[in-house]
């Protein structure tokens, strides 16, 4: 392989693995009726006039599968926290013991089980469609390079060639990975 289109490739590489992580991490914040403490990452909470991620102002722990324990480490950001939970999408209402929140999570209906793993599925298709333009970016970069003979890495035609080939295997790599983590995430949902 070409030294010359190895930063493509590597660039390319990295790019769809960050489309891989931010899928993983958006699925870890979507309800399966077990309680994680990746329901709450996402939340972010109104903290002295700036949004601060929950898990800065408290530690978040699952006591069991149907509640995630939510402990401020500054008591006066209770109602604070509570109030986030309350507004974000996720349906669940915390409830006050002492100095903690403890959040319930409610079993899902077969309905809302259905609609997540629709989300689920969306937030899969965007992801793919971001890998794929990830996949014409890079071809149009190479392309680029190798009409502009004043490099001194000059790209050649079979350069060219074989990065459309490499790119594509690691496409179909990571497209592999988005599959993977929908279907265990689907599965999650759907079984009881």
Known sequence: MSSSIQPFLR??????????????????????????????????????????????????????PRSILVKPFDASSLKDIEKAILSSDLGMNPSIEGNALRISIPPLSAEQRQKLAGRIKSLAEETRISMRNVRRDCIKEVESASKDKKREDAVSEDDVRQAKDEVQSLLKEHEGQIEDLLASKTKEILDL
């Open 11 to 64: 660039s390319a590489k990295e790019r769809l693995s960050k489309s891989v992580e931010h899928f993983s991490s958006e699925t870890r914040g979507i309800r399966t009726g077990r309680a994680t403490t990746g329901l709450v990452d996402n939340i972010r909470v109104d903290y002295y006039g700036s949004k601060t991620p929950l898990n800065q102002l408290a530690s978040v722990a699952v006591p069991d």
